[in-house]
Nanobody, 115 residues
Framework: QVQLVESGGGSVQPGGSLRLSCAAS????????MAWYRQAPGKQRELVAV???????NYADSVTGRFTISRGDAANTVYLQMNSLKPEDTAVYYC?????????WGQGTQVTVSS
């Protein structure tokens, strides 16, 4: 079982930056992916960025060039660097771990972009 804890959310003005962190604990072995999702009020949860075991990354079109997903020195930590934030980036951001059919979610962290 894998537990995830996100941190780093907050309020920022348009054009600002935030870095989200996701710390994973538990049985983390083999090939897996870690991802960031977000869910805005009244909208479905959507994939923001994903990183595979070998470091391959992929991004939603809406964040490409602005957001960067990366692993920490400890393999069980994943970051999401968010630059040039826009009001439409406002959402609860969730970290997800997936290995085969098994997945685990964090509790989410709120990001609000407003002037």
């Amino acid at each position: 079982q894998v537990q995830l804890v996100e941190s780093g959310g907050g309020s920022v003005q348009p054009g600002g930056s935030l870095r989200l962190s996701c710390a994973a604990s538990g049985s983390i072995t083999g090939l897996y992916v870690m991802a960031w999702y977000r869910q805005a009020p009244g909208k479905q949860r959507e994939l923001v960025a994903v990183i595979g075991s070998f470091g391959t990354t992929n991004y939603a079109d809406s964040v490409t060039g602005r957001f960067t997903i990366s692993r920490g020195d400890a393999a069980n930590t994943v970051y999401l660097q968010m630059n040039s934030l826009k009001p439409e980036d406002t959402a609860v951001y969730y970290c997800k771990y997936q290995r085969g059919p098994y997945d685990s979610w964090g509790q989410g962290t709120q990001v609000t972009v407003s002037s």
